[in-house]
């Protein structure tokens, strides 16, 4: 007969091992659940859909004004150039809004370097990633909006939605 404590048996330790384990990581997963804010939700849900139109109307009153652009990144991740198609007059506005993360967006205000050309500097270092990015005047006007994956030295052209 083995009189050998139970804590000196390796088996006993191994059926204890991964419930101490899923404990562990679900006190984890709730503290990360609590602290972490979920960008993903909007507080202002119902106003945001009410401005769906006003969006529909902007991209439809610049696709007739035939407005293009073309969207550059700096080597220093920071600096943005815009070159339009026409000339159009005062200061553009550019934000540049992550998926998921509030706490990446940025808006920057592009102030006209020529006729056509506009630039600006980010507040933080844009990352190599996939952003939502909406060009537009000051007056809102008009804008353009698309999806942009991050591709060091390639520009990104923005057209109308149809």
Do not use: C
């Amino acid at each position: 007969m083995d009189a050998k404590p139970w804590y000196k048996h390796p088996h006993v330790w191994l059926l204890i091992t991964f419930p101490a384990l899923a404990i562990i990581g679900g006190i984890y997963m709730a503290y990360l659940a609590y602290t972490n804010k979920d960008g993903l939700v909007s507080d202002n849900y119902y106003k945001d859909g009410q401005k769906i139109n006003e969006r529909i109307a902007l991209d439809q009153k610049t696709a007739a004004q035939g407005i293009t652009a073309q969207l550059l990144l700096g080597d220093d991740q920071q600096s943005i150039r815009v070159i339009l198609n026409q000339a159009v007059e005062g200061e553009l506005i550019l934000k540049i809004a992550h998926p998921t993360r509030d706490g990446f967006d940025q808006t920057i205000e592009l102030e006209p370097q020529a006729p056509m050309m506009f630039a600006g500097k980010a507040d933080h270092v844009i990352a190599v990633q996939r952003w939502q990015v909406e060009l537009a005047d000051k007056k809102n006007n008009w804008r353009l909006a698309k999806e942009w994956q991050v591709l060091l030295g390639e520009p990104l052209l923005m057209q109308p939605s149809k």
